[in-house]
C-alpha cells in the first residue's frame, strides 16, 4: 500500500485528455460524447489502473451535462441522481478561490484554486494535488492523489475538471 499514487495527464484540451499511471496503464479518460445540441463529457475510470487498487471504491464514471453555450448544467455520477454543477463549485467567501463539494458520502471537500496547480482537502488534509507540467516534461499535468483519497477517486478527477472547465469558461459563480 503506498501512500500516494501519481497520474500523468497527457492532453491539455479541457474537453478531451487523459490519466495514466507511472507505469503507463490509463487510469482515466475525459472524452466529449456529444456537442450536437449541448456539450456532455464523461469522465471514465479505467479497468486498466483501477484493478490495481482494490480498495478504490465509488462510481466507475461520471458525465457533465451542460446547459447552452457551455454555461452550468448538472453532473451524473455511474447511474446516480443528477446535481447541478453550481452545487459542486460552492464558495464560502466573496474573495476566496476555493470551491467546495459534498461527496457521495456525505463528507465536504474543497479545491483550492492557485495559478499552477489546485489542491483537495478533506477538512484539514490534502487528498490530491493537480499541478501543470514544465515546458520539458512529456504531459501536460501531475495529479497526486493520496491512499484516502481513493474511495472517493471518480469524484475527485470530476470535481477537478469541473473546477477547470469552470475557470476556463468564465463562469461567475
Not at 478504490?56 to 457533465?64: A, D, F, Q, T, V
Not at 483537495?120 to 512529456?138: H, K, Y
Not at 495529479?143 to 472517493?152: E, P
Request: charged share 20%.
Amino acid at each position: 500500500m503506498s501512500g500516494s499514487y501519481v497520474l500523468l495527464q497527457f492532453g491539455s484540451d479541457l474537453f478531451s485528455h487523459r490519466f495514466e499511471d507511472l507505469e503507463s496503464r490509463p487510469a482515466f479518460t475525459v472524452i466529449t460524447v456529444d456537442e450536437q445540441v449541448n456539450l456532455i463529457v464523461h469522465i471514465a475510470r479505467e479497468a486498466a489502473w483501477s484493478q490495481q487498487h482494490p480498495e478504490i471504491m465509488g462510481p466507475r464514471n461520471s458525465y457533465l451535462y451542460f446547459g447552452p453555450s457551455k454555461t452550468p448544467g448538472y453532473l451524473v455520477y455511474g447511474n446516480g441522481s443528477e446535481v447541478a454543477m453550481v452545487n459542486h463549485l460552492r464558495h464560502k467567501k466573496d474573495a476566496s478561490t476555493s470551491r467546495y463539494f459534498t461527496a457521495q458520502n456525505g463528507k465536504e471537500l474543497k479545491w483550492k484554486v492557485f495559478p499552477q496547480k489546485m489542491e483537495c482537502l478533506d477538512g484539514r488534509s490534502t487528498v490530491a494535488t493537480w499541478e501543470l507540467s514544465q515546458p520539458e516534461d512529456v504531459f501536460s499535468a501531475r495529479l497526486t492523489i493520496k491512499h484516502s483519497g481513493l474511495t472517493m477517486v471518480t469524484e475527485i478527477l470530476t470535481t477537478l475538471c469541473l473546477n477547470r472547465m469552470a475557470l476556463d469558461l468564465d463562469w461567475k459563480l
